[in-house]
T-cell receptor, first 109, second 112 residues
Framework: EDQVTQSPEALRLQEGESSSLNCSYT??????LFWYRQDPGKGPEFLFT???AGEEKEKERLKATLTKKESFLHITAPKPEDSATYLC??????????FGKGTRLHILP | DSGVTQTPKHLITATGQRVTLRCSPR?????VYWYQQSLDQGLQFLIQ???????AKGNILERFSAQQFPDLHSELNLSSLELGDSALYFC???????????FGEGSWLTVV
């Protein structure tokens, strides 16, 4: 059965303190790995799609990387406005998209 | 704004009742996905439609059903509602079966 596990569940950082969020997965025939940002009471906002091991994508202070078993979302010098829940998801060979439970990130000013 | 529109934004109803949630996908998107999000379960995949046909099914209860119409909008019907059905229901759409999905702002359902 497809599974997505994100760690840590919650993370508190000081402004400017870089860190990484982890997403490990088991999936039948990976068709894509996705990262989303979700603010409370809002719909998830698309960040990145990764398709193959070794691929990297960057956007402002965020960088996503992918290996055969996991993905990392690196946050460099975060600001308070980066506080949100970050969701990881995988698409399997049947086109189902399965989400992890997310990492709640809180950046302290 | 993702371009995915969901109505209603908020809904309060009693146990045993039936409700319909509506979703208009982004212009040109053929696939529609429905998800349920509750505090302890995260985003749970319910069902996917592609160009009017059911494409994939997740943990959707028998009391729930969905359909996608010829104009590509979709409806999620929830019946015999229970307190535990209170959640945020999200619709998402994508251009083809394999690409990134974009979410609407969700419909808050409260069952009392």
């Amino acid at each position: 059965e497809d599974q997505v596990t994100q760690s840590p569940e919650a993370l508190r950082l000081q402004e400017g303190e870089s860190s990484s969020l982890n997403c490990s997965y088991t999936v039948s025939g990976l068709r894509g790995l996705f990262w989303y940002r979700q603010d409370p009471g809002k719909g998830p906002e698309f960040l990145f799609t990764l398709y193959s091991a070794g691929e990297e994508k960057e956007k402002e202070r965020l960088k996503a990387t992918l290996t055969k078993k996991e993905s990392f979302l690196h946050i460099t010098a975060p600001k308070p406005e980066d506080s949100a829940t970050y969701l990881c998801a995988v698409k399997d060979r049947d086109d189902k998209i399965i989400f992890g439970k997310g990492t709640r990130l809180h950046i302290l000013p | 704004d993702s371009g995915v529109t969901q109505t209603p934004k908020h809904l309060i109803t009693a146990t045993g009742q039936r409700v319909t949630l509506r979703c208009s996908p982004r212009s040109g998107d053929l696939s529609v996905y429905w998800y349920q999000q509750s505090l302890d379960q995260g985003l749970q995949f319910l069902i996917q439609y592609y160009n009017g046909e059911e494409r994939a099914k997740g943990n959707i209860l028998e009391r729930f059903s969905a359909q996608q119409f010829p104009d590509l909008h979709s409806e999620l019907n929830l019946s015999s509602l229970e307190l535990g059905d209170s959640a945020l229901y999200f619709c998402a759409s994508s251009e083809t079966r394999g690409n990134t999905i974009y979410f609407g702002e969700g419909s808050w359902l409260t069952v009392v």
